[in-house]
């Protein structure tokens, strides 16, 4: 596999020269060149353009742009226009159409309106694929392909589909007679007598059956990108790479799997701006106010997208979108104040980023993103955007040989469940959403709080997947001295078993409701919770409750936790664990809300609610003091600041220094130090002074 070759940090945008309302290609591109962008991704949205009609293939359209780029030193990503099918497809080929529902066909209009697992289609696709990549392959501007756009925006109801998904079921459990016992189909009647029993998913209320329906969904992603990666892969030269472009928070895949066939995985990282990208901030940003992707703001959603995104392959990723300007609809104007782009830039490169690119070159004046802002407006003309990502691109020049292989230094992990979103998508514990079923985005609320709590904290977080988790326990503790489980509602005996291993090593087990209280099948486990991990943590519950209002917790100690239990309390019983924090309530006062029990070599700690803000990052502070390493640029930041480090090849250790505010502060050096860009020296307690939603680069030699 190849992977992009260390040149720094690539700046680029996606640049559509098709969509231009006149020639302008010599104009964009010394544009570009001036803002210090070396890349552009093209081709991924344009099939009917590349095959305007069945078998009549237009190949050459893209050369020019490509020459033209080449000629200016700018490296090209070409992405395979798979995932936006033209007309005559649908025309032609009816079959493979994707269906949101049994028997219902999404209507044409939009796109990712096909189903990609229809075998027409795979035909059609590799026909069309063969013949770009043929085309442009060994053209000295492409460094590599981008295959489809966002896989999985939507579940498909194909009657094949379902189909695959019987074959699925037999090849995982053999008979109906397994079936029905794994799954509890005696309940409501359900038992199946035969495969054909089985009915279609739209009315289902079992949730083995959803989270069955869901693994398969994402089988069908992955299946999909791994036959296109490998299509690729074989057709072009070792130094191209291959990646997609992955939106984080998509239906129908798993993260943590479908980056597997991928040389390096790219992702969408879009975010909140003006006031909601400021720290500390408000702790919700109004619903509706940015596209349903971006469910709440402040820095620490920019550093999740990033964790997450570094999370996918544990390894540097590219940012193949993020934001311009504006992002959304026509009433989604909000373009970022003055320094917030330069500042999620260095954010990124700081959390493993080798691309930072632009979606997009400049704004459409036509079709359904007509407002999802380009670094060019309407216009066409540059302007603030223009010149303030002209800036950032002239830094990542200058200290390119030193950033292009940045390793992001994180003090604990976090452990992220895709089957835990969806059966928490399915039967929600979080009151919310509509219905009885509970808020589908329970899973993300959990996994913010707990997340935005270590932020807060001031510390970096891995993210990984249960299946990344090395069996050997003490190798997880030499990598993460903490590791933090939020929501993990799916959990099988063998990775219960590795986490309370790891506190027995001498790692800090984090707990949080709802860890490990159903089994692979969503079959809730018939015994006291948390079960497998009962001993280890010291506590027990048997009941739980959800809370309609938040309910004061106070300390018990000298920890000085304070803050607020919201939307869920595990009733605990402390069974030789040290209580940490307890409730203001007169029923829930009987039971901890907080904590910690000394087990082996190391610890668990229990939180038993979903905590507000003030009580996440105390929780958080706990766990550093007694568990991770003291940093005094951790401990020397204002409340406005953030410090990120990254260690470099050489050995030198770079800190990353924010100010997210319009409110200028001095931040305190704790060493001896340097920056980056100016070269201005600081000695140890000299004053940093920054300004508003500003970010310095510091340097230590370490050698």
């Given at each position: 596999?190849?992977?992009?070759?260390?040149?720094?940090?690539?700046?680029?945008?996606?640049?559509?020269?098709?969509?231009?309302?006149?020639?302008?290609?010599?104009?964009?591109?010394?544009?570009?060149?001036?803002?210090?962008?070396?890349?552009?991704?093209?081709?991924?949205?344009?099939?009917?353009?590349?095959?305007?009609?069945?078998?009549?293939?237009?190949?050459?359209?893209?050369?020019?742009?490509?020459?033209?780029?080449?000629?200016?030193?700018?490296?090209?990503?070409?992405?395979?226009?798979?995932?936006?099918?033209?007309?005559?497809?649908?025309?032609?080929?009816?079959?493979?159409?994707?269906?949101?529902?049994?028997?219902?066909?999404?209507?044409?209009?939009?796109?990712?309106?096909?189903?990609?697992?229809?075998?027409?289609?795979?035909?059609?696709?590799?026909?069309?694929?063969?013949?770009?990549?043929?085309?442009?392959?060994?053209?000295?501007?492409?460094?590599?392909?981008?295959?489809?756009?966002?896989?999985?925006?939507?579940?498909?109801?194909?009657?094949?589909?379902?189909?695959?998904?019987?074959?699925?079921?037999?090849?995982?459990?053999?008979?109906?007679?397994?079936?029905?016992?794994?799954?509890?189909?005696?309940?409501?009647?359900?038992?199946?007598?035969?495969?054909?029993?089985?009915?279609?998913?739209?009315?289902?209320?079992?949730?083995?059956?959803?989270?069955?329906?869901?693994?398969?969904?994402?089988?069908?992603?992955?299946?999909?990108?791994?036959?296109?990666?490998?299509?690729?892969?074989?057709?072009?030269?070792?130094?191209?790479?291959?990646?997609?472009?992955?939106?984080?928070?998509?239906?129908?895949?798993?993260?943590?799997?479908?980056?597997?066939?991928?040389?390096?995985?790219?992702?969408?990282?879009?975010?909140?701006?003006?006031?909601?990208?400021?720290?500390?901030?408000?702790?919700?940003?109004?619903?509706?106010?940015?596209?349903?992707?971006?469910?709440?703001?402040?820095?620490?959603?920019?550093?999740?997208?990033?964790?997450?995104?570094?999370?996918?392959?544990?390894?540097?990723?590219?940012?193949?979108?993020?934001?311009?300007?504006?992002?959304?609809?026509?009433?989604?104007?909000?373009?970022?104040?003055?320094?917030?782009?330069?500042?999620?830039?260095?954010?990124?490169?700081?959390?493993?980023?080798?691309?930072?690119?632009?979606?997009?070159?400049?704004?459409?004046?036509?079709?359904?993103?007509?407002?999802?802002?380009?670094?060019?407006?309407?216009?066409?003309?540059?302007?603030?955007?223009?010149?303030?990502?002209?800036?950032?691109?002239?830094?990542?020049?200058?200290?390119?040989?030193?950033?292009?292989?940045?390793?992001?230094?994180?003090?604990?992990?976090?452990?992220?469940?895709?089957?835990?979103?969806?059966?928490?998508?399915?039967?929600?514990?979080?009151?919310?959403?509509?219905?009885?079923?509970?808020?589908?985005?329970?899973?993300?609320?959990?996994?913010?709080?707990?997340?935005?709590?270590?932020?807060?904290?001031?510390?970096?977080?891995?993210?990984?997947?249960?299946?990344?988790?090395?069996?050997?326990?003490?190798?997880?503790?030499?990598?993460?001295?903490?590791?933090?489980?939020?929501?993990?509602?799916?959990?099988?005996?063998?990775?219960l078993e590795l986490l309370r291993d790891y506190a027995e090593a001498g790692g800090h087990l984090v707990l949080t409701p709802r860890t490990g209280y159903a089994d692979e099948e969503?079959?809730?486990?018939?015994?006291?919770?948390?079960?497998?991990?009962?001993?280890?943590?010291?506590?027990?519950?048997?009941?739980?409750?959800?809370?309609?209002?938040?309910?004061?917790?106070?300390?018990?100690?000298?920890?000085?936790?304070?803050?607020?239990?919201?939307?869920?309390?595990?009733?605990?019983?402390?069974?030789?664990?040290?209580?940490?924090?307890?409730?203001?309530?007169?029923?829930?006062?009987?039971?901890?809300?907080?904590?910690?029990?000394?087990?082996?070599?190391?610890?668990?700690?229990?939180?038993?609610?979903?905590?507000?803000?003030?009580?996440?990052?105390?929780?958080?502070?706990?766990?550093?003091?007694?568990?991770?390493?003291?940093?005094?640029?951790?401990?020397?930041?204002?409340?406005?600041?953030?410090?990120?480090?990254?260690?470099?090849?050489d050995g030198r250790v770079l800190r990353f220094v924010h100010n997210w505010s319009w409110e200028p502060v001095d931040f305190t050096v704790p060493t001896a130090t340097r920056d980056?860009?100016?070269?201005?020296?600081?000695?140890?307690?000299?004053?940093?002074?920054?300004?508003?939603?500003?970010?310095?680069?510091?340097?230590?030699?370490?050698?």
């Amino acid at each position: 596999m190849a992977e992009p070759k260390a040149v720094g940090v690539r700046f680029g945008a996606a640049y559509y020269h098709e969509y231009q309302p006149y020639e302008r290609l010599n104009a964009d591109l010394n544009l570009m060149v001036e803002a210090g962008i070396n890349v552009i991704r093209v081709g991924e949205s344009v099939w009917s353009t590349w095959e305007p009609r069945e078998n009549q293939f237009n190949l050459d359209w893209l050369a020019p742009i490509l020459d033209a780029a080449y000629q200016r030193g700018i490296s090209a990503i070409i992405g395979t226009p798979t995932y936006a099918v033209p007309p005559w497809l649908r025309r032609k080929y009816p079959e493979t159409t994707a269906r949101t529902a049994t028997g219902v066909e999404q209507p044409y209009g939009a796109r990712q309106d096909v189903d990609y697992s229809s075998p027409g289609f795979r035909y059609l696709a590799e026909r069309l694929v063969r013949k770009i990549v043929a085309r442009y392959r060994d053209h000295p501007a492409v460094i590599g392909w981008q295959v489809d756009n966002e896989p999985g925006l939507k579940l498909f109801y194909n009657h094949s589909v379902f189909q695959g998904f019987l074959d699925y079921l037999r090849d995982r459990y053999g008979d109906v007679d397994t079936l029905n016992q794994r799954w509890g189909l005696t309940y409501w009647s359900h038992r199946l007598s035969d495969w054909a029993d089985l009915w279609t998913p739209d009315g289902n209320t079992t949730p083995s059956y959803d989270l069955a329906w869901r693994r398969y969904q994402a089988e069908l992603t992955h299946d999909y990108i791994r036959w296109q990666a490998e299509l690729v892969r074989g057709l072009v030269p070792d130094d191209q790479f291959v990646t997609t472009c992955v939106a984080l928070g998509q239906v129908g895949l798993d993260i943590s799997k479908v980056a597997e066939p991928l040389d390096i995985v790219g992702t969408n990282v879009y975010y909140a701006t003006q006031d909601a990208l400021e720290l500390p901030g408000p702790d919700e940003i109004p619903p509706g106010l940015y596209p349903f992707f971006v469910s709440w703001g402040g820095p620490a959603w920019v550093y999740l997208q990033a964790d997450l995104s570094r999370g996918t392959r544990q390894q540097p990723f590219l940012v193949t979108e993020t934001n311009a300007s504006s992002i959304g609809g026509p009433a989604d104007n909000f373009p970022s104040y003055r320094g917030q782009l330069r500042q999620v830039v260095w954010s990124l490169v700081a959390r493993g980023a080798r691309l930072v690119e632009y979606w997009h070159w400049h704004s459409l004046h036509y079709g359904a993103e007509t407002y999802w802002g380009g670094i060019l407006g309407h216009s066409l003309e540059p302007g603030r955007i223009y010149a303030e990502l002209a800036a950032v691109g002239a830094e990542l020049a200058q200290v390119a040989d030193l950033i292009g292989t940045l390793e992001a230094r994180s003090d604990v992990a976090v452990l992220v469940s895709a089957e835990s979103r969806w059966a928490m998508e399915f039967m929600g514990p979080l009151r919310g959403g509509s219905g009885w079923m509970g808020d589908p985005q329970s899973y993300d609320r959990i996994l913010a709080a707990f997340y935005r709590g270590l932020f807060d904290a001031g510390l970096a977080v891995d993210v990984v997947a249960p299946g990344q988790l090395s069996r050997d326990a003490d190798e997880l503790v030499r990598r993460w001295p903490a590791l933090v489980v939020p929501g993990l509602y799916i959990a099988t005996d063998e990775t219960l078993e590795l986490l309370r291993d790891y506190a027995e090593a001498g790692g800090h087990l984090v707990l949080t409701p709802r860890t490990g209280y159903a089994d692979e099948e969503a079959v809730v486990r018939h015994e006291v919770m948390p079960g497998l991990l009962r001993k280890a943590a010291g506590v027990r519950y048997l009941e739980f409750t959800n809370l309609r209002d938040a309910v004061p917790v106070t300390a018990i100690g000298a920890h000085g936790l304070a803050g607020a239990a919201t939307g869920w309390a595990d009733e605990l019983d402390a069974e030789g664990a040290e209580v940490l924090a307890e409730y203001d309530h007169p029923h829930l006062s009987e039971f901890p809300a907080a904590t910690t029990n000394a087990y082996g070599r190391g610890r668990v700690t229990y939180i038993g609610t979903v905590p507000d803000r003030e009580l996440a990052a105390g929780l958080a502070a706990y766990v550093a003091e007694v568990s991770v390493t003291p940093d005094p640029w951790r401990s020397a930041r204002p409340p406005s600041t953030t410090c990120t480090t990254s260690f470099a090849a050489d050995g030198r250790v770079l800190r990353f220094v924010h100010n997210w505010s319009w409110e200028p502060v001095d931040f305190t050096v704790p060493t001896a130090t340097r920056d980056l860009l100016s070269d201005q020296a600081f000695e140890a307690r000299d004053a940093l002074t920054l300004g508003a939603w500003a970010v310095r680069i510091l340097v230590e030699d370490r050698s």
